[in-house]
């Protein structure tokens, strides 16, 4: 049953890792959404094994890093990954670059989420380049896809 799990929970933690790296306060705005990204891969490539559940547990351990109110990133990753299994059959048979908008729609509605919550906590409002990163993981997608992808294979993860 354990089986298969370490692969997946090492791309989350390296995603985790990659959310909290230092960046410089310029470019905080365009930090790509990499958890939000490997979490629709493995929704999509195992959604019987990764689905709201661990999504929700993904994005409070997201929080909990960040520093955010606790369930901004938890509510935004559930809603991403709910879409992902509702749509993934149909998603997983087009091109990577159809994959890449859907991605970017699925990107958007999470960070739409987060600032929704910004929003009725009283935080001001994001720049508008902080609608850049979802874009940005657009673009990234097909790179990830190709190397999850192969990951998987290699470790063999049904």
């Known amino acids: 049953m354990m089986r298969g799990y ?18 410089p306060e310029s470019l905080q705005l365009y930090r790509i ?7 629709i891969y ?8 990764v689905g709201v559940g661990f999504a929700f547990v993904t994005g409070l351990l997201l929080d909990i890093l960040t520093g955010t109110l606790l369930g901004q990133h938890a509510l935004g990753l559930s809603v991403v990954g709910f879409l992902t299994i509702k749509t993934y059959r149909r998603v997983r048979v087009f091109p990577l ?12 509605v999470e960070r739409l989420f987060f ?44």
């Open 42 to 49: 493995w929704c999509m490539a195992l959604p019987e094994r």
């Open 6 to 23: 370490g692969i997946i929970l090492a791309t989350l933690l390296i995603s985790l890792v990659l959310s909290i790296l230092p960046m």
């Open 115 to 158: 600032f929704w919550v910004d929003g009725t906590i009283g935080r001001p409002a994001k720049a508008a380049e902080s609608w850049v990163a979802p874009l940005l993981g657009g673009l990234i997608w097909p790179w990830l896809f190709i190397v999850m992808r192969d990951l998987r294979r290699r470790f063999h993860t049904p």
């Open 33 to 39: 959404q990499w958890t939000a990204l490997v979490l």
């Open 97 to 108: 670059w159809q994959q890449s908008v859907f991605v970017v729609v699925l990107l958007l």
